[in-house]
């Protein structure tokens, strides 16, 4: 490297950038989770990618829809892997009455587990300026050689303490490696029927209510530096770990999420008339 480097006509390329950056960040400790972001980056080069230059171009959203000030982000954010989307929460200050709304963007093709979303993520923490990323998954557990349950909790209060002394910080969940969802099947004489639950329910409980904790402070200071932003992302890809942590949290629901529950509340108290007895039903009560 230090011969190439001393020709005038050599021009350093990204992957000997990433690889010098990795040994870098490895000299001085400095990591997501298990590996250095160089490392992880390395490895997202060689998925394959149909649309690579639109990348970039996808990815910072956290500026661009914020644009107006009719907005502001709360600083909660789910990234579901199942649905291939990030659902940004924010709020909306056009309406007479403000609400909550949810600014929905699909993923790059090539993002299809937590390894690969670093650079969004990286790129989020970057629109925002943090200060502090911490990513929080079982890589990070096992670094720290946590594997009993007092081990888990002086890891994750250590690395949440260190979240909440800065100003603008972001702080990433893994929830299927952290939680993980238990699935079950039985039979019965109305048929076969699936269940699922939480499998580390101490561990859902204490991320449930760190994710709650995320702010953005909507006055502006003189000092834009010291204006308060908390962020919280958390990734999943099970179904029902992404609809049961949506209602604890209180996450805001989607308009095709609304959509189903009003037709789900129309089919369970609607009356409808039959039209050819005339009597009324409601139509989850008239399966046959």
Not at 99 to 110: A, G, P, Q, S, T
Not at 214 to 231: C, Y
Request: glycine share 2%; aromatic share 6%; with cysteine.
């Amino acid at each position: 490297m230090v011969q190439l480097r001393k020709d005038p006509r050599y021009k350093m390329s990204y992957v000997d950038a990433l690889q010098l950056a990795d040994k870098t960040a490895k000299q001085y400790q400095i990591s997501l989770g298990s590996d250095t972001l160089p490392r992880l980056l390395l490895r997202n080069l060689a998925v394959p990618n149909q649309n690579p230059s639109k990348n970039l171009q996808q990815i910072s959203h956290l500026i661009d829809d914020q644009r107006s000030l009719a907005i502001t982000y709360t600083g909660r954010v789910i990234i579901s892997l199942c649905d291939q989307c990030v659902r940004i929460e924010a709020r909306n200050h056009t309406l007479q009455k403000p609400k909550n709304i949810i600014i929905e963007h699909n993923l790059n093709e090539n993002e299809t587990n937590l390894q690969q979303l670093l650079e969004r993520v990286t790129r989020y923490g970057k629109d925002r300026n943090v200060q502090l990323l911490q990513l929080i998954d079982l890589n990070l557990l096992s670094s720290q050689s946590a594997y009993d349950e007092k081990k888990i909790f002086e890891t994750l209060k250590e690395r949440y303490d260190e979240y909440a002394a800065y100003n603008r910080s972001l702080i990433v969940y893994d929830l299927d490696s952290l939680i993980g969802v238990n699935k079950s099947e039985s039979e019965s004489s109305m048929g076969r029927s699936s269940n699922s639950s939480v499998v580390n329910q101490n561990i859902y409980t204490y991320v449930r209510a760190r994710f709650r904790e995320a702010v953005i402070e909507t006055t502006t200071p003189a000092n834009d530096a010291q204006r308060v932003e908390k962020w919280a992302i958390a990734v999943t890809r099970e179904p029902f770990l992404l609809r049961q942590f949506c209602v604890d949290v209180g996450f805001t629901q989607t308009k095709h999420e609304e959509d189903e529950m009003e037709d789900e509340r129309r089919k369970s108290e609607d009356l409808i008339q039959c039209v050819k007895c005339r009597d009324f039903y409601i139509e989850n009560e008239n399966k046959m």
